[in-house]
């Protein structure tokens, strides 16, 4: 008889969604996909309000990333002012952005690594749910559960010391920024007592790559195996090649790592980036247009990132970057699991640049914003922590929007997601009579290690009710379990 | 001119003095005694529309900006029982319009959003109305947003152009009430007078045009300190 399993909510992530997989009558998987369950709207209520609103306004779609969100908006809208793209503001506009950004991703990943992936590292897919949560870390490994929390705060009060809050501030505006880095900040996040500084932040930062390193070379076979296939990767990358996750060019490659889009201005992504909208979820299905709705699907993030780019500029990052490189000689990674790696890679790198930046004097001084002829149109691109970000605005005469797309990063990852969950869902439940708990954590693994932001907005820490619904041939409810 | 000239009168227990011809609004500004409000604005004959500053006298209710104040009054003001009618008025203003506090660029310097934290407003009591009275766009420098508008009157008492008025009701009463704006006038108003009329406004209903989120957060008028305690310290 044929079955239907239902896992909702998917657990550790942020947002709501929920996996259906489909058995066939000798309970091999036939059909799998991620359901996004939630509608946000945004797009459509932001139709009409004044233009310079929009970084304020649509930040509220995520209380992960909603300086992710601030400024891509804020970008978008500095071409709309006239104040150009990229390198065109004054450097503390440029350079407090940055700031806040990195301390986005590094609080982030933070959050992601130590509270949300941590448990199935430290105690295994298949250990008992009771213990496999951040309470588990933290009676068992305390002083790495107080990383995670003191890395995030520090990422938070990066955000405070550049946006006004930790959560939804007002930093950036159309052309630059609101306001300069007092002095008080800047010696609290350089200089202040121990931990929350920024030489203990990279040295963690640090500790936290080196920790994954010797996990994997433990547990090699898994991590490499785990939700293994080919896919295109794209993000932004300096227009030298670098990383960068605050401005530049568009460049998607394949599985092999030739280029597919290379130096493209964000401007015009649209020519390049199409979305399929799928009738079973409310998360569209972005692709690159050349390649087609069935061979243009892509992965974005941390793992997409160091695939895309050809080096770090911060000496302690480029040399994890190296070494992790050399995994793959060179090649693109295409093993899931190794976005855990990319992204400890990246809260190192976010690292540096803070420290680099809170060293910076420029950040205390000088105009806060530039403003030049207005245009109508235009696009804020940048790589939030769950990967690349476009926002798209248009307005008419009376400064009201009158158009606005966002593609948000997990969005990016939709269909790589839904390839995850299948190939998990085989290898794990493929002719095996019952469900069990680790079967479905594998399947929730697998989403996890994209760190999506499903409704971006809403966010659940910890435990939440798991519910496994089966469904006989005529999509009768046969069974039902709650955890 | 001496006390013994003045007119004498107490509130809240507190023997005060003030200059004949003041309201009692005024007169226990002087005396360091914050009687909220959200329509009186200096320099404007006293609307009286918006009931906050409405004190005790001998156990009638009166409105504080409109009324003179008087030889012996005794006045409540920080009462409980008044506090608990204002916050009643705070949030009937806020269910009648749509007040997004975290998305207004007037947020910490909204002087509705400084009495409710001052009430200790948590959530309105009444059902949202969720008006659609639209907004109007036209003018160079002003993004007139109706539906954040109180109907205090400010705008229409204060803002002119050419000794015009820039702003009225487009009625006078009902539901469809409302504050509407000459385009005509709005549209010659200078960048300097546009930034005047978005401070006369006390919420977010008129914005100047392309200055959204200027002050940042920390240095904004209520970030510190609560409204009405400039007058307290005095």
Known sequence: MAKKITIEPVTRVEGHGKVTIHLDDQNNVTNTRLHIVEFRGFERFILGRPYWEAPVLVQRLCGICPVSHHLAAAKALDVIVGAGVGDSLTPVGEKMRRLMHYGQIFQSHSLHFFHLVSPDLLFGIDADPAIRNIIGVALKHKDLAVQGVMMRKFGQEVIRATAGKKIHGTGAIPGGINKHLELEDKELLLNGPDPVNADKMVEWAQGAVDFFKDYYKKNKDMIDNFAFFPSNHLSIVRKDGALDLYNGVLRAVDAEGNKILDDVDCQEYNKYIEEEVRSWSYMKFPYIKKLGKEKGWYRVGPLARLNTCDFIPTPLAQKEFEEYKAINKGKPDNCCLHYHYARLIEILHTGEMMKELLNDPDLMKGDLTVKGTKVKKGVGVLEAPRGTLFHQYEINDDDQITLANLIVSTTNNNEPMNQSVNIVAKTWMNGKPEITEPMMNAVEVAIRAYDPCLSCATHALGKMPLEISLYDVNNELVDKKRT | ?234
Do not use: W
Not at chain 2, 45 to 54: D, Y
Not at chain 2, 107 to 133: D, H, I, T
């Open chain 2, 1 to 234: 001119m001496d006390n013994t000239e003045k007119i004498k009168f107490v509130i809240d227990d507190k023997v005060c003095y003030a200059e004949p011809g003041q309201t009692i609004l005024e007169a226990a500004k002087s005396n360091g005694v914050y009687i909220p409000s959200l329509c009186y604005i200096e320099g404007v004959k006293p609307p009286g529309s918006c009931r906050i500053c409405n004190v005790r006298v001998n156990n009638r209710n009166l409105i504080a900006c409109t009324t003179p104040v008087a030889e012996g009054m005794i006045i409540d003001n920080d009462i409980p029982e008044l506090n608990e009618l204002r916050k009643a008025i705070v949030e009937m203003l806020f269910v009648s319009g749509n007040h997004f506090c975290p998305g207004c660029e007037k947020s910490g310097n909204c002087e509705l959003q400084a009495l409710a934290y001052r009430f200790q407003m948590m959530v309105p009591r009444f059902p949202y109305e969720f008006p659609e009275k639209g907004v109007n766009a036209t003018s160079k420098y002003i993004f007139h947003d109706r539906n954040r508008c109180i109907m205090c009157k400010r705008c229409i008492g204060k803002v002119m152009k050419d000794e015009k008025h820039v702003f009225a009701y487009n009625s006078r009463g009902g539901e469809h009430l409302h504050v509407v704006m000459d385009e005509e006038l709005a549209s010659q108003l200078t960048e300097e007078e546009a930034t005047e009329a978005m401070d006369i406004c006390p919420v977010g209903a008129i914005l100047k045009k392309e200055r959204g989120y200027y002050s940042p957060i920390g240095h904004r008028k209520y970030d510190k300190e609560s409204i009405g305690s400039d007058i307290e310290k005095k």
